[in-house]
């Protein structure tokens, strides 16, 4: 079993539409929960950090995070061709910073 | 402020040969990660460096692979002598030291690693 787990997709969905992403993990202790955008070539880019329980809102996007589930998504809302791109989900264990991360998913936004 | 950069973006060479990797952190970021994506899998963690010191190098692959960060600054990674399975990205990122589980890891562009 991975650590991290993510659907590699591609994720298609409509402009304007909502996109969602899953993410497991399997270390129970985690504590620190991120969300990063990648474009084909270029370097990780954090949009969403997550800590505790429930939801977290910036902007267009939402995390949620349920520790009992071992679970965290991230909902893009009023998907823009822009937003086209792998997003990571990545943790930290309790051990340490290192980031442990999934696979990515690959999002495809159309027109 | 400037962020996380990598040099070179790309490196081609000759399997047997070394090869050194630079990242300079943003200013200030006392921690200094190495992780690396190899074809098809997910971005792996190397090594962190707290300041000029190791703290955590239990992703180091194997003794091909030295990392340093003299003077605490910048930071170099060489390989040597490169195997055909170094191939992949390299990645470097920075963070600020808060103490806690919470620092934000901001990443450099990547310098492209293929080992003929």
């Known amino acids: 079993q991975k650590e991290v787990e993510q659907n590699s997709g591609p994720l298609s969905v409509p402009e304007g539409a909502i996109a969602s992403l899953n993410c497991t993990y399997s270390d129970r202790g985690s504590q620190s929960f991120f969300w990063y955008r990648q474009y084909s070539g270029k370097s990780p880019e954090l949009i969403m950090s997550?800590?505790?329980?429930g939801d977290k809102e910036d902007g267009r996007f939402t995390a949620q995070l349920n520790k009992a589930s071992q679970y965290v998504s991230l909902l893009i809302r009023d998907s823009q061709p822009s937003d086209s791109a792998t997003y990571l989900c990545?943790?930290?264990?309790?051990?340490?910073?290192?980031?442990?991360f999934g696979g990515g998913t690959r999002v495809l936004v159309k027109p | 402020e400037a962020g996380v950069t990598q040099f070179p973006s790309h490196s081609v060479i000759e399997k047997g040969q070394t090869v050194t990797l630079r990242c300079d952190p943003i200013?200030?970021?006392?921690?200094l990660y190495w992780y690396r994506r190899v074809m098809g899998k997910e971005i792996k963690f190397l090594l962190h460096f707290v300041k000029e010191s190791k703290q955590d190098e239990s992703g180091m692959p194997n003794n091909r692979f030295l990392a340093e960060r003299t003077g605490g600054t910048y930071s170099t990674l060489k390989v040597q002598p490169a195997e055909l399975e170094d191939s992949g990205v390299y990645f470097c990122a920075s963070s600020q030291w808060t103490g806690g589980f919470t620092d934000t890891q901001y990443f450099g562009p990547g310098t492209r690693l293929t080992v003929l």
């Open positions: 997550i800590y505790s329980n």
């Open positions: 200013s200030g970021h006392d921690n």
């Open positions: 990545a943790v930290i264990s309790p051990a340490g910073n290192k980031l442990t």
